[in-house]
């Protein structure tokens, strides 16, 4: 599988609380690199519903580690979900 990158689907599988994080298990889409961390590594601004910042902030966007995102197919659009509905809940 290629390694993460910027329009993949993720599910948050650790955070910086590790395994206990309130954003773990929530599902989002990788939307670019941020950079280079000393202890973490590479970082990626997410985005998704109701995800809890390092302040303790709930928004649709947090940056996360390579490490804490687990790639996973993207949901499949049904009659209620069309791809528009979905792209306009991402934007």
Do not use: F
């Amino acid at each position: 599988m290629k390694p993460i990158q910027a329009g993949d689907h993720a599910e948050i599988i650790e955070g910086a609380l590790g395994t206990k994080g309130p954003n773990v298990g929530k599902m989002v889409r990788v939307v670019s690199l941020r950079g280079e961390h000393s202890e973490y590594g590479r970082i990626w601004k997410v985005k998704g519903q109701g995800l809890i910042s390092e302040y303790g902030a709930v928004g649709t966007t947090v940056d996360c580690a390579q490490s804490w995102l687990r790639k996973i197919e993207p949901p499949k659009p049904s009659a209620e979900n069309s791809t528009k509905k979905e792209v306009e809940a991402l934007e």
